[in-house]
């Protein structure tokens, strides 16, 4: 189960603090205890070197102090090769503080821990030996159960601090990790707030020129774009219903009509053919709006294969032919060989059709409408220009928008939706490639397409 950010941060802050607070406490508890154990040896081995220097000339060890002769304090013994006591320290029981293979191993001054046996009780003691020239050893002890007792009360009292240290953290960090996400929370609460009923609504941003200010800018910056796809999208949905309104007004009314019992045959046949062109350009409509519902960001599905564009060009041209002649206009293609890529075919054919024929609306009887085919550094280029009066200016900015179209005075009747231009964008786009339109030098509309090999 996943806990919520403030209570994580709390949690990390108390575990970095208990880490934090036992790798300290164990430092300070080593060097401690380091430093004292240092001491006392220095202590013995002054002790030591001195009882070595000034042995008796019968043997014995002089008294370390007249006045402290207990075991419990400071002691020394001379011991001989096999583990004899040779002589000890008033007070002290004379057992050997180190057996004979230790005392083997005595090559310098060698310190250690030992428990020696006073009486009923057995004291923690430091003991320092030291060989002597005439193969004997001297050994020098300490009692250090005060020592021992004072690292034992650091370590209670560490041991009582620890938790409070941790539980102190835990504190702070909640209450910071609360003030932190207070900001957060307002953001939320304010976004939680903005609806679709006022799109328009924008988060406040904090002047603090931190995080959150970025935060909330980006939010902002967000909610400006979901802004702007729906204001497309609504214009998208408005549009279309005017452009689906118009024939199927004229569908009803021909239907309607042709129903009269008045009408003779002919007037039926009529009638029957005008509905039956509605419903083309319905169809049609319909087809133009599916591929750019289907886009998803400007792609729409595609399939790949190895097609050659020359031929595809040149197939789709001849499907103008008809048309051209009525209009007096000619279609010709201009390539510079055998092009091949790998694209949708159906696409590609679709795209250049489209240009096609906004071109031929637009280019008067006696002008020609121009497919150019040609290899460019990054790929394969399409462009299809006319003789026609050319794109207005203020079109340019916005003429592969849905719904867009040059000459505002031609009416839905004349056959236009606006979205030829808009598919041939997500067509391009679906391939990788780019759209540009622009006017031609010398006169007339030019619109390029750049596809990847």
Do not use: C
Not at 419 to 434: F, M, N, P
């Amino acid at each position: 189960m996943t806990l919520p950010i403030r209570r994580r941060l709390a949690l990390v802050s108390a575990v970095l603090v208990s880490v934090i607070l036992l790798g300290l406490g164990a430092a300070v508890y080593l060097r401690l205890e380091g430093d004292l154990l240092s001491a006392v040896d220095d202590e013995l081995l002054t002790r030591a070197t001195t009882l070595a220097t000034t042995l008796a000339a019968d043997g014995s060890t002089p008294d370390i102090d007249v006045n402290q002769t207990d075991v419990g304090d400071v002691f020394a013994e001379r011991v001989a090769a096999d583990g004899h006591v040779i002589a000890a320290s008033e007070g002290f029981d004379g057992t050997a503080l180190m057996s004979s293979t230790e005392l083997a191993a005595v090559h310098g001054p060698t310190a250690r821990r030992a428990l020696v046996q006073t009486g009923d009780e057995i004291v923690p003691t430091r003991i320092l030996a030291l060989p002597v020239d005439d193969g004997t050893v001297v050994i020098t002890g300490v009692a250090i159960d005060d020592l021992e007792a004072s690292l034992a009360t650091l370590v209670s009292q560490f041991a009582v601090a620890l938790p409070i240290g941790i539980g102190l953290a835990g504190l702070v960090g909640w209450l910071v990790a609360g003030a932190a996400l207070r900001p957060v929370e307002r953001l939320r609460r304010d976004a939680e707030a903005i609806s679709g009923s006022e799109p328009d609504r924008r988060l406040p941003v904090p002047a603090t020129k931190d995080e959150l200010t970025a935060l909330g800018a980006s939010l902002n910056r967000m909610l400006d774009r979901i802004e702007a796809t729906l204001e497309r999208e609504r214009r998208f949905v408005d549009d279309a219903s005017h452009e689906l309104r118009t024939p199927l007004a004229n569908l009803k009314s021909e239907l309607d009509l042709a129903l009269m019992r008045s009408r003779n045959e002919a007037d039926l046949l009529a009638a029957l053919r005008s509905a039956s062109d509605e419903t083309d350009r319905l169809v049609r409509l319909a087809e133009d709006l599916l591929v750019l519902a289907r886009a998803d960001g400007g792609h729409v599905p595609i399939r790949r294969e190895s097609i050659d564009l020359d031929e595809t060009a040149r197939t789709t041209a001849a499907s103008f032919e008809g048309r051209a002649g009525e209009l007096g206009v000619r279609v010709e293609v201009l390539s510079d060989g055998a092009l091949r890529l790998e694209a949708d075919q159906q696409r590609i054919r679709q795209a250049i059709g489209d240009l096609v024929d906004n071109a031929l609306q637009y280019t008067p009887r006696g002008g020609h409408v121009t497919i150019r085919l040609a290899r460019v550094a990054s790929g394969v280029e399409i462009e299809v220009a006319d003789t026609g009066p050319g794109f207005p200016p203020d079109f340019l900015a916005t003429a592969f928008e849905p719904f867009s179209r040059a000459d505002l005075a031609r009416g839905r009747a004349a056959g236009g939706t606006g979205l030829g231009l808009a598919i041939v964008r997500a067509i391009a786009e679906a391939h990788g490639g780019t759209v540009e339109a622009r006017n031609g030098a010398a006169g007339g509309a030019v619109v390029r397409i750049q596809l990847p090999v």
